[in-house]
């Protein structure tokens, strides 16, 4: 009798394809996986909550999966991390309900984004932030962040790929801090589009520094205009910090 798994992932994207299983490439679902089956000599199907793209980190993925061996959780805490690589972590183990998924069961997430924006790198930031030299107008990007609070249609905030049949999203907050030259965007919704996040801060970003102008989102929303937002800011800033159920 196999039981349902709940685990919470961290890991440093930087080297990793990304979460999904790709042919020859070394993904955060594969290494899961070859990592389970090393120790329970079981295959397995891990489910993340979201699929994270090449570059981009997590702190609070969570995925599921069905295990035969009664290894009791925190046995499996263990054995797990000593196979897992040094980029990738296993920080919680439960057991669940059997209907629980973690992509299908989760209310929403909550990411954020790092931005170094001063003159000078920071090599200690690099694989974790995004660095822009000029000045950042916090005020501005403020402002601007305000018109996306909300349900919107967001058909223009996602990759020209994505195969998301419904492009309405309910953003519930979107808080832009900075403490000197560190600059975050935290945003919870209920659900993201692809690339969505990065084109939100990319945007941001480009009305903070003059290049686009301050109602850029509004008319992106207006209209469906991608050719109206900024760039589509790097994946290394991007983390998904935690999952709603």
């Not at 290494?31 to 329970?40: K, V």
């Not at 305000?146 to 994505?162: I, N, T």
Request: charged share 25%; glycine share 8%.
């Amino acid at each position: 009798m196999s039981r349902r798994l709940r685990i919470v992932v961290e890991y440093d994207g930087t080297d990793f394809a990304g979460w999904q299983q790709q042919i020859d490439q070394r993904t955060v679902q594969a290494t899961l996986e070859s990592a389970i089956r090393e120790m329970t000599g079981e295959t397995v199907f891990v489910r993340g909550a979201g699929r994270t793209d090449a570059g981009v980190h997590a702190d609070g993925q969570v995925a599921s999966f069905d295990l035969a061996a009664n290894i009791p959780p925190h046995g499996l805490l263990r054995g797990l991390n000593t196979i897992l690589p040094r980029d990738l972590a296993i920080v919680d183990v439960a057991e669940a309900a059997a209907d629980f998924d973690a992509r299908f069961s989760a209310r929403g997430k909550v990411y954020r984004y790092t931005v170094w924006n001063h003159f000078v790198r920071s090599p200690r930031l690099a694989r974790t932030s995004w660095h822009v030299r000029q000045p950042v107008d916090t005020d501005a990007v403020r402002r601007a962040a305000a018109v996306l609070v909300g349900e919107h249609d967001f058909r223009a905030f996602r990759a020209s790929d994505c195969d998301r049949k419904t492009t309405n999203r309910i953003v519930r907050r979107l808080d832009v801090e900075r403490q000197g030259p560190h600059l975050t965007f935290d945003i919870e919704a209920t659900a993201f589009l692809k690339n969505m996040v990065r084109i939100v801060v990319g945007t941001l970003v480009d009305i903070g520094r003059g290049r686009i102008p301050e109602d850029a989102p509004a008319r992106m929303l207006a209209t469906g205009d991608r050719s109206a937002g900024g760039m589509t800011a790097p994946p290394g800033g991007l983390t998904l910090l935690r999952v709603i159920y």
